[in-house]
């Protein structure tokens, strides 16, 4: 049985890049006679007052979508909760107290002039607070006891990468860091809650934006470290503008409701994304 899903964050009105990677997740479920789930990522309380949830949900009915099954992240903190504890069992976190300012300080002053790299989770984190206990600040994964545990990584790809991924555990160590898998102020993080909820779901094909390809390293060694089976994976292409820009969700004038007022079909912004 395929099961897809579309998570929005929201945050702000669908655009046009919504309704491609939404259509995109509907319709490989539908051909395959699966399952296509919604789920709305409003763990970050603040930015996800707006009530667009619901404004979401309209413009996906509009568009002609069905779904068999819609979930809030905000529901699911005992889930989290109860993934960090056994991380945490694991010896694999480590609380961290570190601003972004301290964060930047401690990267830039060996090298000198040196850019901090920054991953899939922001800055390369340095390791300033590794060791210390769980119970202040953010909680961050120690990456080089977390590949340790789970050495031999690999991801299936259907959609712009395809082919079988090995991950290489010096290079997410260099390039990825110990990524913030709980945030204090919302109990987790966008990649915990991704993997824990995509298990819960039943997801087995993750579709969405090639701007998380790299992420995708995280969620399969979370899913290897909480034994947790790993979906195949279909990034696709972003859908941008005119002039070549990502359309990002404050981008009013490209959402779908502006185009639904102007008297745009469904059948219009299928053709609009190439989905025609
Ligand atoms: N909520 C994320 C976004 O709005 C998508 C998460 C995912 O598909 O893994 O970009
Ligand atoms: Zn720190």
Same mark, same amino acid.
């Given at each position: 049985?395929?099961?897809?899903? /579309?998570a929005?964050?929201?945050?702000?009105p =669908?655009h046009l +890049?919504h309704?491609?990677?939404a259509?995109?997740a509907h319709?490989?479920?539908?051909?395959?006679? +699966?399952? /296509?789930?919604l789920r709305?990522?409003d763990?970050?309380r603040q930015r996800s007052?707006g009530g667009w949830d619901q404004?979401c949900?309209?413009?996906?009915?509009?568009l002609?979508?069905?779904w068999d099954g819609?979930?809030?992240q905000s $529901? &699911?903190?005992?889930a989290?909760q109860a993934?960090l504890?056994?991380l945490?069992?694991? +010896?694999?976190?480590y609380?961290?107290?570190c601003?972004r300012g301290?964060?930047?300080a401690?990267?830039?002053a060996?090298?000198g002039?040196?850019?901090?790299?920054?991953?899939?989770?922001g800055?390369v984190y340095?390791?300033?607070? *590794?060791?210390?206990p769980?119970?202040?600040?953010?909680? &961050?994964?120690?990456? $080089? &006891?977390?590949?340790n *545990?789970?050495p031999?990584?690999?991801f $299936?790809?259907?959609? $712009?990468r395809p082919?079988?991924?090995r991950i290489d555990?010096?290079?997410?160590?260099s390039?990825?860091?110990d990524?913030? =898998?709980a &945030? *204090?102020?919302?109990?987790?993080?966008?990649?915990?809650s991704?993997?824990v909820?995509?298990?819960f779901?039943g997801?087995t094909h993750v579709?969405?934006?090639e701007?998380? /390809?790299?992420?995708?390293q995280?969620h399969?060694?979370?899913q290897?470290?909480?034994g947790?089976?790993?979906p195949?994976?279909?990034?696709?292409?972003?859908?941008r503008?005119d002039?070549?820009r990502?359309?990002?969700? *404050?981008?009013d004038a490209?959402?779908?409701m502006?185009?639904?007022?102007?008297?745009?079909?469904?059948?219009?912004?299928r053709?609009?994304v190439?989905? +025609?």
């Amino acid at each position: 049985m395929v099961v897809t899903r /579309f998570a929005p964050s929201p945050t702000g009105p =669908l655009h046009l +890049g919504h309704a491609y990677a939404a259509i995109v997740a509907h319709d490989m479920a539908r051909a395959a006679g +699966g399952r /296509f789930l919604l789920r709305m990522e409003d763990i970050d309380r603040q930015r996800s007052r707006g009530g667009w949830d619901q404004a979401c949900l309209d413009d996906l009915a509009w568009l002609g979508l069905t779904w068999d099954g819609l979930l809030y992240q905000s $529901t &699911r903190l005992p889930a989290y909760q109860a993934a960090l504890d056994r991380l945490e069992a694991m +010896g694999l976190l480590y609380g961290c107290t570190c601003t972004r300012g301290d964060i930047k300080a401690a990267l830039s002053a060996p090298q000198g002039g040196i850019l901090p790299s920054e991953g899939p989770d922001g800055l390369v984190y340095p390791g300033t607070c *590794r060791g210390k206990p769980v119970t202040s600040g953010a909680l &961050r994964l120690d990456l $080089t &006891r977390a590949v340790n *545990r789970a050495p031999h990584l690999e991801f $299936t790809e259907t959609g $712009t990468r395809p082919g079988l991924h090995r991950i290489d555990p010096l290079q997410m160590l260099s390039e990825v860091g110990d990524v913030v =898998l709980a &945030r *204090r102020d919302m109990g987790t993080s966008y990649h915990l809650s991704v993997v824990v909820d995509d298990a819960f779901q039943g997801v087995t094909h993750v579709t969405r934006g090639e701007d998380l /390809f790299e992420a995708t390293q995280i969620h399969v060694l979370l899913q290897r470290l909480m034994g947790l089976s790993s979906p195949i994976w279909h990034h696709h292409a972003l859908i941008r503008d005119d002039e070549g820009r990502r359309l990002a969700k *404050r981008d009013d004038a490209r959402a779908l409701m502006t185009y639904r007022a102007e008297g745009a079909t469904p059948a219009d912004i299928r053709r609009m994304v190439g989905l +025609g």
